[in-house]
């Protein structure tokens, strides 16, 4: 029986799953945590499908993780979406500081910048996490292949260890949604005791 293609690319991801560190994953949970402890902002970047990936972060971190009046929302923002500030830094500056110039008047020791590059090199990103980096700002990135320039720049670097960027795109989407709903859960307790551990397996029921 001759094996279909989409056999095959599941196959892949799995495999790739296994390969993460998900203690790095757990980690970048702690951080954005640590942030919304402190009233701090969480700062998301990234270029074509990592721009895509970088609005639906922002968009879960922002709703998913609500789970009542009293407990405050994140404070997030996705540096991929004001298209008009973007096009205007890009056409009379240059593309590299579409997103450095956004963040200048915003980051500060408080804040968490994390940049989505499935090369890990590209400009605009590092250029973002570097200044980020000179404010104060603790930095952290989702990458691909061998983690890339971005490695040497981000202070926490999570790689999807693969050289196909549909199926590094494919595991940065599924990693932002485990930290979503990890978030999610530790807020919920978070709102019930004041405080929030390592949150255990749970049965995963829809949210909406």
């Known amino acids: 029986m001759t094996t279909r293609f989409t056999d095959f690319y599941f196959s892949e991801i799995q495999r790739v799953l296994s390969a993460i560190d998900t203690e790095k994953i757990e980690d970048l949970v702690w951080m954005i945590f640590n942030v919304w402890k402190t009233s701090g902002t969480v700062f998301l970047l990234g270029n074509g499908g990592s721009a895509a990936t970088s609005s639906h972060f922002a968009c879960d971190l922002a709703k998913m993780t609500r789970v009542g009046d009293e407990v405050s929302n994140f404070k997030v923002l996705a540096l991929t979406d004001n298209v ?107 709102q019930a005791t004041g405080s929030a551990a390592r949150i255990a397996p749970r049965p995963l029921k829809s949210i909406y």
């Open 84 to 190: 008009p500030l973007i096009t205007a830094w890009a056409n009379d500056t240059d593309y590299s500081r579409v997103f450095v110039e956004q963040l200048r008047p915003f980051a500060t020791g408080a804040d968490l910048v994390i940049g989505i590059t499935g090369s890990g090199n590209s400009e605009n990103v590092l250029r973002a996490l570097s200044y980020a980096n000179k404010a104060g700002s603790q930095t952290a990135a989702l990458t691909g292949f061998s983690g890339g320039k971005v490695k040497n720049v981000a202070q926490h670097t999570i790689v999807v260890p693969y050289d196909n960027m549909q199926l590094i795109e494919d595991v940065h989407s599924l990693i932002t949604h485990a930290v979503s709903l990890q978030l999610r859960a530790m807020l919920m307790d978070y």
